[in-house]
């Protein structure tokens, strides 16, 4: 069990006389909560995805990614735009689909030619998860197309 930060219907303070652990036992904050059995092998991180102007994504871990890129010559081939400091880019579908028509079998490569067939607009794009990148030096339009739809898929800001 984990304990969720801000539970605030638990009565706090006070002489814990009603509390079942008495005084002896630590105080905690939270309700608790069962959560997934982490005791099996490392959880994967998302560290690239591929996404329509819908949202529909493919997400890779930082394994997959490697393999994919590396089968796809870093994706050059469909490339419309990328950022020169990190991996995000806009790729043209049909370009896509050729480029994964022509690469070694790989796991993912169906839900991609699936994610790239189904696409609403002529392009989706790539999001570099594994590393933090402003994306200042990525100059051309496609920077603006990019991020309008980053922000577009994010909802509107909290803070503002």
Same mark, same amino acid.
């Given at each position: 069990?984990? @304990? =969720?930060?801000?539970?605030?219907?638990?009565?706090? &303070?006070? +002489?814990?006389?009603?509390?079942?652990? &008495?005084?002896?036992?630590?105080?905690?904050?939270?309700? #608790?909560? $069962?959560?997934?059995?982490?005791?099996? $092998?490392?959880?994967?991180? #998302? +560290? @690239?995805?591929? !996404?329509?102007?819908?949202?529909?994504?493919?997400?890779?871990?930082?394994?997959?990614?490697?393999?994919?890129?590396?089968l796809t010559g870093g994706l050059e081939a469909a490339t419309v735009s990328a950022c020169p400091g990190c991996r995000s880019r806009i790729l043209a579908v049909v370009a896509l689909v050729d480029l994964l028509d022509d690469a070694p079998?790989?796991?993912?490569? &169906?839900? =991609? @030619?699936? !994610?790239?067939?189904?696409?609403?607009?002529?392009?989706?794009?790539?999001?570099?998860?594994? /590393?933090?990148?402003?994306?200042? /030096?990525?100059?051309? $339009?496609?920077?603006?197309?990019?991020? +309008?739809?980053?922000? /577009? !898929?994010?909802? $509107?800001?909290?803070?503002?």
């Amino acid at each position: 069990m984990d @304990l =969720l930060v801000g539970d605030d219907e638990r009565s706090h &303070g006070g +002489d814990r006389s009603n509390d079942a652990a &008495g005084a002896a036992g630590p105080r905690r904050y939270g309700a #608790a909560v $069962p959560t997934a059995d982490r005791s099996g $092998p490392e959880l994967a991180v #998302a +560290d @690239l995805a591929v !996404l329509d102007a819908d949202g529909e994504d493919v997400v890779f871990d930082a394994t997959e990614a490697r393999e994919f890129l590396s089968l796809t010559g870093g994706l050059e081939a469909a490339t419309v735009s990328a950022c020169p400091g990190c991996r995000s880019r806009i790729l043209a579908v049909v370009a896509l689909v050729d480029l994964l028509d022509d690469a070694p079998p790989f796991a993912r490569a &169906g839900e =991609l @030619l699936e !994610l790239a067939d189904e696409a609403p607009t002529l392009h989706v794009y790539v999001r570099d998860l594994g /590393q933090r990148c402003t994306h200042r /030096q990525w100059r051309d $339009p496609g920077a603006e197309e990019w991020s +309008d739809l980053m922000v /577009q !898929l994010a909802g $509107p800001a909290i803070v503002r």
